[in-house]
Structures are given as structure tokens and as C-alpha cells.
């Protein structure tokens, strides 16, 4: 399984060293097998660890150049870091990024061999329209991504279902990741209000091969107890 934890506009660079140093301790300590993924915001970027690995939130799909307030992949190979997020519907819909530049921000960073974090997901109007509404929705976000890409993950993280607490139930998630599975064969993560409440369900839906988590990674005890769920549920192989 994935587990990964998006800190999104949290923590400072000296607060992110203690939150990995936590993560990694506990991470040794109970004998995880789990990927464990942290995506810090871009000033605490870092090297991944033996156990963790650290992606960039974001990044202009260029080595270094013009494009004030951005880092290129320059910055990024400072820290060594070969992953990233790419389609964050906090990126999509709050901060404007439309199809054209999510696609080429994949485009770019497939050519350097990153692996990719894609995340999809519909708002709550698409929602409220239906399952064929929010499959044509989710299909248009993966048109021209090559989803054949070897190290791709995709996320679906329903918009209504981030940071509101209240995530998908299990009939949607299920519905939607068996959908998402018939068009790309790649690991599925949901994202989406996952807390330690409701950890062990929805890790254990078919379908589910791991959680992006916002809001309940944030606090480094919070995350090691999801992960602590994930470890115990048994899964049989798709
Ligand atoms: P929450 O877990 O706070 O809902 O955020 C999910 C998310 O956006 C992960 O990328």
C-alpha cells in the first residue's frame, strides 16, 4: 500500500526535519513495508530517506528560468527529489490550473522519469449530477495523459470530500475506483478526508491501493497511527 501525506501550506523547514524525524522513527520501530510518501511545502524540501520518500507539491514544468514564484526541476534535483504531485484539485480550482498546463507539467516531468502523483476528482455540482456525470468528468481530466507511464499513481480525491471531514462513502469509492481501474491500471489512491476513524475502511475497499492524506497527516503522531491501520489490513492480491 501508499500512504502519503500531502502537508499542503503546513509546517516550517525546521518543523518538517522533526515531523520526518517522527515519521522515520516509527517507521523503523514498527518494521513498515508500506511506500510512505511526504509532500512538505517547497521551502522544507529535503532528500527522501531510507523509508520516506519526499515529493515536490508542485513545480513549474521547466528546468529553472522565468516564472517568479516558481522552482523548475533545477530545484528540485537539488534535494534529489523525483516526485511529484501534479492535478491537485486545490491546484486545479483554486490556483486556476486548467488542463493545458497540468498536462504539460506531466509531459515534463514523465520526460525526467519522476514518478507521478495525478490526482482527479469532481466537485460536489458533478457529484450531484450522477455517476456517469462524475466518470465523464474524471475521463476528461486523464484525456492526453499517458496513462500507460510506468511510474504513475493516480489519486482520486473527490473536491467536495477534501478538508470537509467528510469523506466518500465506500459504495461511491468503490464505484468510482472500479471505473478508474477499467480505464488505468495503475495504483489508485483516495484522498479525501481520510482520518484514523476511517482509515481501516476504506483502505480495505478493492480498488484502494493506498490514501493521500491532507488535513489528518499534518501532525506526525495523526499519520503514524493511519499508517499503523494500513499495516494491519491484509489484502488479497487484484
Ligand atoms: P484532507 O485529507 O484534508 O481532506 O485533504 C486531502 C488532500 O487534499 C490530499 O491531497
Not at 475502511?201 to 499519520?223: C, H, K, M, P, Y
Given at each position: 500500500m501508499i500512504l502519503a501525506a500531502n502537508?499542503?501550506?503546513?509546517?516550517t523547514r525546521a518543523s518538517a526535519a522533526s515531523y520526518l524525524d517522527e515519521v522515520s522513527d516509527f517507521i523503523a520501530k514498527k518494521e513498515i513495508a508500506d511506500q510512505i510518501v511526504v509532500f512538505p511545502p517547497a521551502t522544507a524540501l529535503c532528500p527522501s530517506r531510507e523509508k520516506i520518500t519526499i515529493g515536490a507539491q508542485n513545480a513549474w514544468?521547466?528546468?529553472?528560468?522565468?516564472?517568479?514564484g516558481e522552482i523548475g526541476s533545477d530545484q528540485l534535483d537539488e534535494f534529489d527529489v523525483k516526485t511529484i504531485l501534479i492535478g491537485h484539485s486545490e491546484r486545479r480550482?483554486?490556483?486556476?490550473?486548467g488542463l493545458d498546463i497540468i498536462k504539460r507539467k506531466f509531459d515534463f516531468f514523465a520526460s525526467l522519469e519522476y514518478e507521478i502523483f495525478f490526482c482527479i476528482g469532481e466537485p460536489i455540482e458533478i457529484k450531484e449530477a450522477g455517476f456517469e456525470a462524475v466518470m465523464t468528468y474524471v475521463e476528461r481530466q486523464l484525456?492526453?495523459?499517458?496513462?500507460?507511464?510506468?511510474s504513475l499513481v493516480l489519486a482520486y480525491e473527490p473536491v467536495w470530500a477534501i478538508g470537509s471531514g467528510k469523506a466518500a462513502t465506500s459504495d461511491d469509492i468503490l464505484s468510482v475506483h472500479s471505473a478508474i481501474k477499467h480505464i488505468c491500471d495503475k495504483p489508485l489512491l483516495y484522498g479525501g478526508s481520510v482520518k484514523k476513524e476511517n482509515a481501516g475502511n476504506i483502505l480495505s475497499?478493492?480498488?484502494?491501493?493506498g490514501a493521500l492524506i491532507g488535513t489528518a497527516s499534518w501532525q506526525s503522531d495523526r499519520f503514524c497511527e493511519i499508517i499503523d491501520i494500513a499495516k494491519k489490513i491484509e489484502k488479497p492480491k487484484e
Amino acid at each position: 500500500m501508499i500512504l502519503a501525506a500531502n502537508l499542503k501550506t503546513n509546517h516550517t523547514r525546521a518543523s518538517a526535519a522533526s515531523y520526518l524525524d517522527e515519521v522515520s522513527d516509527f517507521i523503523a520501530k514498527k518494521e513498515i513495508a508500506d511506500q510512505i510518501v511526504v509532500f512538505p511545502p517547497a521551502t522544507a524540501l529535503c532528500p527522501s530517506r531510507e523509508k520516506i520518500t519526499i515529493g515536490a507539491q508542485n513545480a513549474w514544468s521547466v528546468e529553472n528560468g522565468s516564472f517568479t514564484g516558481e522552482i523548475g526541476s533545477d530545484q528540485l534535483d537539488e534535494f534529489d527529489v523525483k516526485t511529484i504531485l501534479i492535478g491537485h484539485s486545490e491546484r486545479r480550482h483554486i490556483l486556476g490550473e486548467g488542463l493545458d498546463i497540468i498536462k504539460r507539467k506531466f509531459d515534463f516531468f514523465a520526460s525526467l522519469e519522476y514518478e507521478i502523483f495525478f490526482c482527479i476528482g469532481e466537485p460536489i455540482e458533478i457529484k450531484e449530477a450522477g455517476f456517469e456525470a462524475v466518470m465523464t468528468y474524471v475521463e476528461r481530466q486523464l484525456d492526453g495523459i499517458d496513462l500507460s507511464y510506468p511510474s504513475l499513481v493516480l489519486a482520486y480525491e473527490p473536491v467536495w470530500a477534501i478538508g470537509s471531514g467528510k469523506a466518500a462513502t465506500s459504495d461511491d469509492i468503490l464505484s468510482v475506483h472500479s471505473a478508474i481501474k477499467h480505464i488505468c491500471d495503475k495504483p489508485l489512491l483516495y484522498g479525501g478526508s481520510v482520518k484514523k476513524e476511517n482509515a481501516g475502511n476504506i483502505l480495505s475497499l478493492e480498488g484502494v491501493d493506498g490514501a493521500l492524506i491532507g488535513t489528518a497527516s499534518w501532525q506526525s503522531d495523526r499519520f503514524c497511527e493511519i499508517i499503523d491501520i494500513a499495516k494491519k489490513i491484509e489484502k488479497p492480491k487484484e
